[in-house]
């Protein structure tokens, strides 16, 4: 069993720049690929980052490539999210989650998530 917590979500202007961050504890937190996820009112949630367990292998949604960085701390069993450039369709409930399989981008192969940190982006 693994435990995740998000926190650092806000509200911010566009442009902006915030991070979030997961905390994690139970089974072992470097074992795990990590991801982020946000789903936005009235929409399905959608991947937007994943780091493998190692944290040398990443990869984005289109969406948010080159505005926001993935990133963990194993010694420290916390998950990053550093977002910039923000806009206001980023507006949304950020989720961190757990898997087994390396790097995936879909939500069902996430076996552990957290409950989620609301990030607004005004206009």
């Known amino acids: 069993q693994v435990q995740l917590v998000e926190s650092g979500g806000g509200l911010v202007q566009a442009g902006g720049s915030l991070r979030l961050s997961c905390a994690a504890s139970?089974?072992?937190?470097?074992?795990?690929?990590m991801g982020w996820f946000r789903q936005a009112p009235g929409k399905e949630r959608e991947f937007v980052a994943a780091?493998?367990?190692?944290?040398?292998?990443?990869d984005y949604a289109d969406a948010v490539r080159g505005r926001f960085t993935i990133s963990r701390d194993n010694a420290k069993t916390t998950l990053y999210l550093q977002m910039t450039s923000l806009k206001p369709e980023d507006t949304a409930v950020y989720f961190c989650?757990?898997?087994?399989?390396?790097?995936?981008?879909?939500?069902?192969?996430?076996?552990?998530w957290g409950q989620g940190t609301q990030v607004t982006v005004s206009s």
């Open positions: 780091i493998s367990w190692s944290g040398r292998n990443t």
């Open positions: 139970g089974r072992t937190f470097s074992r795990y690929t």
């Open positions: 989650a757990a898997s087994t399989i390396f790097l995936s981008r879909r939500d069902n192969s996430y076996d552990y």
